[in-house]
């Protein structure tokens, strides 16, 4: 879909990666020597101390930058547009278009209005039998002339040009008709369709309806940058860090069963990971939290103040408590908790147990929602995503805190409950500033210490970072980097063996599914004494859904790669790994052949592999449970899913992987 080229105009003559849009994580390890993810920072002039309790981590997935799809599990996911004259594409010019990845073969609906079932509606979606695309109004009027391919980035567009309706994919032009319907009156179906039984599985990005105007009218190069509301533009969305509408008429979007906002997308980025321009984010598992002491300077009395946060929920319970201040403390008034129930709906205590009041409106799991507390005169308002949703009145003063404030659960006088579980990100506290005092536009980049900032953990300082953007790595025992062995940059990973790991929470976009990918990194062996596990990627806390692992399977230092069924199928070997010397280790998959590369040469013969690996935890450095530890580096650990780097032999990176690209 994209050219191979290897510059990058906007970056200053960059070298770019022309797949970065299929990386899904880049570990450079680069960083202070020592350096783990496991200390978190105060940005304010207090920098107040930050006690990790439990696992707590952090990353570089975070609320900010511009390019994100959304994901469809393939049951019951799926987002309702209101019906709407806007959205009725009527009888004139329009087009249709979007970025699509699907997994494999599956009756599917990408976008609908009223579906295939209504006289004056029509579906946009994927077939069952031969991986084609079709445009269904009354009947199946268009299907692609092209197969498109599975596990990729595909773009697709229908258009309406003066009474003839022409289907473009990727740019080509792949079947038209003459049309004269008048498509009107009806909910849109993003990701399904009207009867929710054609779901789609895969990830939808940059969905763009624009009414009255035919956009293409011959072939064309698809954009390689997100898709802006031009004129016309009736629905953008599947675009953003929350489920939005990007258009001017900002349509409520419902969102119905589980799908989630991924930064995996179509576009790749043209910006490296900067803590200034993404930021970060705290990963929190459901049974841990960050304290910060009690101090003089969190006193609230009768200031104004604002408290914010951005959070991306990975579940619901009654309650999950991403920020508590002060509570519990002894004495009457108790002072502030954010308790975020099982219906999406934050109930704010701020006067003892019994007095709060709950947003009418509601953040939503796998999306990243701004959440702001604030206090102006004597008056409470609660917004989220921007939008005031409760207020309350009350002349409260606050005494001085005794208790500390806690990110990720509430108090029980020691550590915590009602832990919250998923990531939070620009938890700032400012006392003496109501900083919004009405509607407002969540923000679009990190948050800084301005003027009354008592509190600002940005989570941004995790030492060893995914530069894709998508995980947050959690550093297990004393995994960390070194600055004294590296194969390129300023560091690598050092394991010791004994204990250490990387660990990658569950999510989705770590799943491999049926897709063609390439797993490399560099490898320096102190010694194979261990018979050490290297990567385990689909084990998560158990040996259930067997996943991939790279194994050394002798002193000797054979190298055996495992895959397949449940009880594991040798792919792929390699006699024996020297100790005391960089190697590069590649594993690709390509149309279902896979083959491993050592040092650029491939080793063995190809063996089929189609398994479909649905299992999304990672683990570098050891087995699932910290056992068969490796004694060594990793430097440039690369997953690519979508495409295999490699098929035959090939000369080993003689540089540090890109950051930026393709666009």
Same mark, same amino acid.
């Given at each position: 879909?994209?050219?191979?080229?290897? #510059?990058?105009?906007?970056?200053?003559?960059?070298?770019?990666?022309?797949?970065?849009?299929?990386?899904?994580?880049?570990?450079?390890?680069?960083?202070?020597?020592? @350096?783990?993810?496991?200390?978190?920072?105060?940005?304010?002039?207090?920098?107040?101390?930050?006690?990790?309790?439990?696992?707590?981590?952090?990353?570089?997935?975070?609320?900010?930058?511009?390019?994100?799809?959304?994901?469809?599990?393939?049951?019951?996911?799926?987002?309702?547009?209101?019906?709407?004259?806007?959205?009725?594409? $009527?009888?004139?010019?329009?087009?249709?278009?979007?970025?699509?990845?699907?997994?494999?073969?599956?009756?599917?609906?990408?976008?609908?209005?009223?579906?295939?079932?209504?006289?004056?509606?029509?579906?946009?979606?994927? *077939?069952?039998?031969?991986? =084609?695309?079709?445009?269904?109004?009354?009947?199946?009027?268009?299907?692609?002339?092209?197969?498109?391919?599975?596990?990729? +980035?595909?773009?697709?567009?229908?258009?309406?040009?003066?009474?003839?309706?022409?289907?473009?994919?990727?740019?080509?032009?792949?079947?038209?008709?003459?049309?004269? #319907?008048?498509?009107?009156?009806?909910?849109?179906?993003?990701? *399904?369709?009207?009867?929710?039984?054609?779901?789609?599985?895969?990830?939808?990005?940059?969905? =763009?309806?624009?009414?009255?105007?035919?956009?293409?009218?011959?072939?064309?190069?698809?954009?390689?940058?997100?898709?802006?509301?031009?004129?016309?533009?009736?629905?953008?969305?599947?675009?953003?860090?929350?489920?939005?509408?990007?258009?001017?008429?900002?349509?409520?979007?419902?969102?119905?069963?589980?799908?989630?906002?991924?930064?995996?997308?179509?576009?790749?980025?043209?910006?490296?990971?900067?803590?200034?321009? &993404?930021?970060?984010?705290?990963?929190?598992?459901?049974?841990?939290?960050?304290?910060?002491?009690?101090?003089?300077?969190?006193?609230?009395?009768?200031?104004?103040?604002?408290?914010?946060?951005?959070?991306?929920?990975? *579940?619901?319970?009654?309650?999950?408590?991403?920020?508590?201040? $002060?509570?519990?403390?002894?004495?009457?008034?108790?002072?502030?908790?954010?308790?975020?129930?099982?219906?999406?709906?934050?109930?704010?205590?701020?006067?003892?147990? $019994?007095?709060?009041?709950?947003?009418?409106?509601?953040?939503?799991?796998?999306?990243?929602?701004?959440?702001?507390?604030?206090?102006?005169?004597?008056?409470?308002?609660?917004?989220?995503?921007?939008?005031?949703?409760?207020?309350?009145?009350?002349?409260?003063?606050?005494?001085?805190?005794?208790?500390?404030?806690? &990110?990720?659960?509430?108090?029980?006088?020691?550590?915590?409950?009602?832990?919250?579980?998923?990531?939070?990100?620009?938890?700032?506290?400012?006392?003496?500033?109501?900083?919004?005092?009405?509607?407002?536009?969540?923000?679009?980049?990190?948050?800084?210490?301005?003027?009354?900032?008592?509190?600002?953990?940005?989570?941004?300082?995790?030492?060893?970072?995914?530069?894709?953007?998508?995980?947050?790595?959690?550093?297990?025992?004393?995994?960390?980097?070194?600055?004294?062995? #590296?194969?390129?940059?300023?560091?690598?990973?050092?394991?010791?063996?004994?204990?250490?790991?990387?660990?990658?929470?569950?999510?989705?976009?770590?799943?491999? =599914?049926? @897709?063609?990918?390439?797993?490399?990194? +560099?490898?320096?062996?102190?010694?194979?004494?261990?018979?050490?596990?290297?990567?385990?990627?689909?084990?998560?806390?158990?040996?259930?859904?067997?996943?991939?692992?790279?194994?050394?399977?002798?002193?000797?230092?054979?190298?055996?790669?495992?895959?397949?069924?449940?009880?594991?199928?040798?792919?792929? *070997?390699?006699?024996?790994?020297?100790?005391?010397?960089?190697?590069?280790?590649?594993?690709?998959?390509?149309?279902?052949?896979?083959?491993?590369?050592?040092? $650029?040469?491939?080793?063995?013969?190809?063996?089929?592999?189609?398994?479909?690996?649905?299992?999304?935890?990672?683990?570098?450095?050891?087995?699932?449970?910290?056992?068969?530890?490796?004694?060594?580096? &990793?430097?440039?650990?690369?997953?690519?899913?979508?495409?295999?780097?490699?098929?035959?032999?090939?000369?080993?990176?003689?540089?540090?992987?890109?950051?930026?690209?393709?666009?």
């Amino acid at each position: 879909m994209f050219s191979a080229s290897t #510059k990058l105009g906007r970056n200053s003559g960059a070298t770019v990666d022309a797949q970065f849009n299929y990386v899904t994580m880049l570990l450079h390890g680069d960083g202070t020597n020592g @350096a783990q993810n496991n200390t978190f920072l105060d940005s304010s002039a207090n920098t107040f101390s930050i006690t990790r309790n439990g696992n707590t981590t952090q990353g570089s997935f975070s609320p900010y930058g511009s390019n994100w799809s959304n994901y469809f599990g393939g049951t019951g996911d799926y987002l309702t547009v209101p019906d709407s004259n806007q959205t009725d594409l $009527g009888s004139g010019d329009f087009t249709v278009e979007f970025w699509f990845y699907q997994f494999s073969a599956k009756v599917a609906s990408c976008i609908s209005l009223n579906g295939a079932l209504a006289a004056n509606g029509y579906a946009f979606g994927a *077939s069952t039998t031969v991986n =084609r695309i079709w445009w269904y109004a009354t009947s199946a009027q268009i299907v692609s002339s092209t197969n498109f391919n599975y596990n990729t +980035w595909n773009h697709v567009a229908v258009v309406r040009n003066s009474g003839t309706t022409t289907m473009y994919q990727n740019g080509v032009n792949v079947g038209s008709f003459t049309d004269s #319907k008048n498509y009107s009156g009806g909910i849109t179906y993003i990701g *399904s369709d009207e009867t929710a039984s054609q779901d789609w599985n895969g990830y939808l990005s940059n969905v =763009r309806i624009v009414k009255g105007t035919a956009v293409y009218t011959s072939a064309f190069t698809p954009s390689t940058i997100p898709l802006t509301a031009i004129t016309n533009t009736q629905l953008l969305t599947c675009q953003s860090n929350r489920f939005i509408d990007n258009s001017t008429n900002a349509f409520a979007i419902t969102v119905n069963g589980t799908p989630s906002v991924q930064r995996f997308n179509p576009f790749g980025t043209s910006t490296a990971y900067s803590t200034s321009v &993404i930021g970060g984010s705290g990963y929190f598992d459901g049974s841990d939290n960050l304290t910060i002491p009690a101090n003089a300077n969190f006193t609230l009395s009768t200031s104004n103040y604002t408290m914010e946060f951005w959070v991306y929920p990975n *579940s619901f319970s009654a309650p999950n408590v991403p920020l508590a201040y $002060g509570w519990s403390d002894a004495g009457s008034p108790r002072l502030i908790v954010f308790a975020q129930n099982t219906n999406g709906t934050f109930i704010v205590y701020y006067n003892d147990a $019994g007095t709060n009041f709950t947003s009418s409106n509601t953040v939503t799991l796998n999306q990243w929602n701004h959440v702001a507390l604030v206090r102006n005169g004597s008056t409470f308002t609660l917004y989220i995503n921007g939008v005031s949703g409760a207020s309350a009145s009350n002349s409260i003063s606050y005494p001085a805190l005794v208790n500390p404030v806690i &990110i990720g659960s509430s108090w029980n006088g020691s550590v915590g409950t009602n832990f919250y579980n998923g990531y939070i990100s620009d938890v700032r506290i400012c006392i003496g500033t109501a900083v919004y005092t009405s509607n407002f536009t969540p923000p679009t980049a990190p948050l800084t210490a301005v003027t009354n900032t008592q509190l600002l953990t940005s989570m941004t300082n995790g030492a060893i970072f995914d530069n894709a953007m998508i995980n947050d790595l959690e550093t297990v025992g004393n995994a960390q980097i070194s600055t004294s062995v #590296k194969k390129y940059g300023t560091g690598s990973l050092a394991f010791d063996g004994t204990g250490d790991y990387l660990y990658v929470p569950n999510f989705v976009t770590n799943q491999l =599914r049926t @897709a063609d990918y390439t797993i490399e990194y +560099w490898i320096y062996a102190n010694s194979w004494s261990t018979t050490p596990v290297i990567l385990e990627y689909g084990r998560g806390v158990g040996p259930t859904g067997f996943g991939l692992e790279f194994y050394i399977s002798t002193t000797g230092g054979q190298l055996d790669v495992y895959g397949g069924a449940s009880s594991g199928t040798l792919l792929a *070997s390699y006699s024996s790994l020297s100790t005391g010397a960089w190697i590069h280790v590649a594993l690709t998959r390509a149309s279902g052949t896979t083959r491993l590369f050592i040092n $650029g040469t491939q080793s063995g013969s190809s063996v089929t592999d189609n398994t479909d690996y649905t299992s999304a935890i990672v683990t570098l450095g050891a087995y699932y449970n910290g056992t068969l530890g490796l004694n060594g580096y &990793i430097d440039d650990f690369r997953i690519t899913k979508g495409y295999a780097r490699y098929t035959a032999n090939f000369t080993p990176p003689t540089a540090a992987f890109q950051n930026i690209g393709p666009y």
